[in-house]
């Protein structure tokens, strides 16, 4: 069961999201599936001249943090997690070359337009040690987003499309993260 003090004392979204399937799971015999959404939404305290406001705070889009976990009774929870809203913008080296074409194509070729994406990166855990993880897959994903977006700090990197910045996203992150398992789609 969960104290007053736990509520209060939350260390990760997803093990917030456990305690709650456990609770109502556990707490109640008619209860035979819970499921739990959580999102961590980036708020910073106002400042003025220095000085931090009291009371007042303003939302950081920096990108959401959210977490699913589904759980049956007697069953063992699935849980995912992720970014959303993670808005970026490049405003040099994007192009749109190099593409299929067919007589619905109405676009030309160019290797220089602003990219502006706003992404959403989801992830599945089949691990034990839940708290290391979700830290250190929230940090994974959230740097190999920026940096494989943007290139560089002091030059960029140039992409040719925005499906090839995607993709260069996702061969990053599972480049970085050791544990993964690969779902094939039909």
Not at 2 to 20: M, P
Not at 93 to 108: A, H
Not at 115 to 135: N, Q
Request: charged share 25%; glycine share 4%.
């Amino acid at each position: 069961d969960l104290s007053y003090h736990d509520w209060f004392f939350i260390e990760t979204i997803e093990q917030f999201a456990l305690d709650i399937c456990n609770h109502f799971i556990s707490s109640y015999c008619h209860v035979v599936y819970v499921k739990a959404y959580v999102q961590e939404v980036p708020w910073r305290r106002l400042e003025k001249n220095g000085v931090p406001h009291v009371h007042s705070f303003i939302f950081v889009p920096e990108g959401i943090r959210f977490c699913e976990v589904e759980q049956c009774q007697n069953g063992c929870p699935l849980i995912s997690s992720g970014i959303k809203d993670l808005k970026l913008k490049k405003t040099a080296q994007s192009g749109f070359e190099d593409f299929c074409r067919d007589k619905y194509t109405t676009l030309p070729e160019t290797n220089d337009r602003v990219l502006s994406a706003e992404l959403f990166c989801k992830w599945c855990y089949v691990i034990l040690d839940l708290y290391f993880h979700t830290i250190f897959l929230r940090d994974i994903v959230h740097e190999s987003v920026l940096e494989a977006f943007s290139g560089p700090p002091d030059c960029g990197e140039y992409s040719p499309s925005y499906q090839k910045t995607v993709n260069d996203i996702q061969m990053l992150i599972l480049a970085r993260v050791p544990q993964r398992r690969l779902k094939n789609w039909d």
